[in-house]
Nanobody
Framework: QVQLVESGGGLVQDGGSLRLSCAAS????????MGWFRQAPGKERELVAA????????FYADSVKGRFTISRDNAKNTVYLQMNSLKPEDTAVYYCAGNLRGTVAGPYDYWGRGTQVTVSS
């Protein structure tokens, strides 16, 4: 199993940037497909970005393409979400997740507790 802990959330102005980090425990981190989800109040949780083991397969939601970048450092057991040009509609709790199924489509079996991102207008 892997345990995931997110950090880096906060309050930022419209147009600003944030970088989320997700630290994973366990020696098999490099075996996991990693993704970032978000859930805004009153909305369903959605997959924002995901990256396969070696980066050969990636996914971005249409709403974040060109603004968000997912990356991973397997040596540090960490996955990142760089978020640029943030908009108020990006406000949500962001969750890190992993799966061993080999596909960015999931489903995802392992979840962090989330970190709040708030974008003010």
């Amino acid at each position: 199993q892997v345990q995931l802990v997110e950090s880096g959330g906060g309050l930022v102005q419209d147009g600003g940037s944030l970088r989320l980090s997700c630290a994973a425990s366990g020696r098999t981190f490099s075996s996991y497909v990693m993704g970032w989800f978000r859930q805004a109040p009153g909305k369903e949780r959605e997959l924002v970005a995901a990256r396969s083991l070696n980066g050969g397969d990636t996914f971005y939601a249409d709403s974040v393409k060109g603004r968000f970048t997912i990356s991973r450092d397997n040596a540090k057991n960490t996955v990142y979400l760089q978020m640029n040009s943030l908009k108020p509609e990006d406000t949500a709790v962001y969750y890190c997740a992993g799966n061993l199924r080999g596909t960015v489509a999931g489903p995802y079996d392992y979840w962090g507790r989330g970190t709040q991102v708030t974008v003010s207008s």
